[in-house]
């Protein structure tokens, strides 16, 4: 199975500052048809997982611009450029390349 | 707009079986992968299944093959997960989700919880 390596695995950050999870994967996650399905996902507390970022880079419908995702190959990151307090939770890189699709352990950010 | 509810989860012995369904709306069904997802308290997501448009390409994972059964009615745009000889960890909440590899408009889900 492909391994997805978050870091760190909690993130405090002060409101206002920006933010950076990275997520890496054992092997290359470009699949045959040339796409990298690489996905990023939200969960607030007691929320269901929310997509925001799928192919590495394309952000969801309603997803603050503040969010971006970027990488290749098997590096990829998630960056939150101004955190607000609603940015609470846990964010996990998921790929959908390789059978079985493959969760990190998912990063906590909290506010300091 | 996409939209997908669970239902069917409960409460289950160890050794019992559940069928969970989800209602889709908003879109074209019978055009789209759909899956399975579930999470376990205090983990994270995992893909146990899906099912192509028209149902012909089905997978699964190796926790759940021949246990499991995915299928899904076009005409009544509803999923389903057949769940038998259900074990204590697949205690979980259970979401389907549109395009596998991108998943994507995760209902509420349903619980499922494997108990004696």
């Known amino acids: 199975d492909v391994v997805m390596t978050q870091s760190p695995l909690s993130l405090p950050v002060t409101l206002g500052q920006p933010a950076s999870i990275s997520c890496r994967s054992s092997?290359?996650?470009?699949?045959?048809?040339?796409?990298?399905?690489l996905n990023w996902f939200q969960q607030r507390p007691g929320q269901s997982p929310r997509r925001l970022i799928y192919?590495?880079?394309n952000r969801d419908s309603g997803v603050p611009d503040r969010f971006s995702g970027s990488g290749s190959g098997t590096d990829f990151t998630l960056k939150i450029s101004r955190v607000e307090a609603e940015d609470v939770g846990i964010y996990y890189c998921m790929q959908g390349t390789h059978w079985p699709f493959t969760f990190g352990q998912g990063t906590k950010v909290e506010i300091k | 707009q996409v939209q997908l509810v669970e239902s069917g989860g409960d409460l289950v012995k160890p050794g019992g079986s559940l069928r969970l369904s989800c209602a889709a709306s908003?879109?074209?069904?019978?055009?789209?992968?759909m899956s399975w997802f579930r999470q376990a308290p205090g983990k994270g997501p995992e893909c146990v299944s899906y099912i192509s448009g028209s149902g012909t390409n089905i997978i699964y994972a190796d926790s759940v093959k021949g246990r499991f059964t995915i299928s899904r009615d076009n005409a009544k745009k509803s999923l389903y997960l057949q769940m038998n000889s259900l074990r204590a960890d697949d205690t979980a909440m259970y979401y389907c989700?549109?395009?596998?590899?991108?998943?994507?408009?995760w209902g509420r889900g349903t619980t499922v919880t494997v108990s004696s």
């Open positions: 192919k590495v880079s």
């Open positions: 092997q290359s996650l470009v699949y045959s048809d040339g796409n990298i399905y």
């Open positions: 989700a549109r395009f596998p590899r991108n998943p994507e408009g």
């Open positions: 908003g879109f074209t069904f019978s055009d789209y992968y």
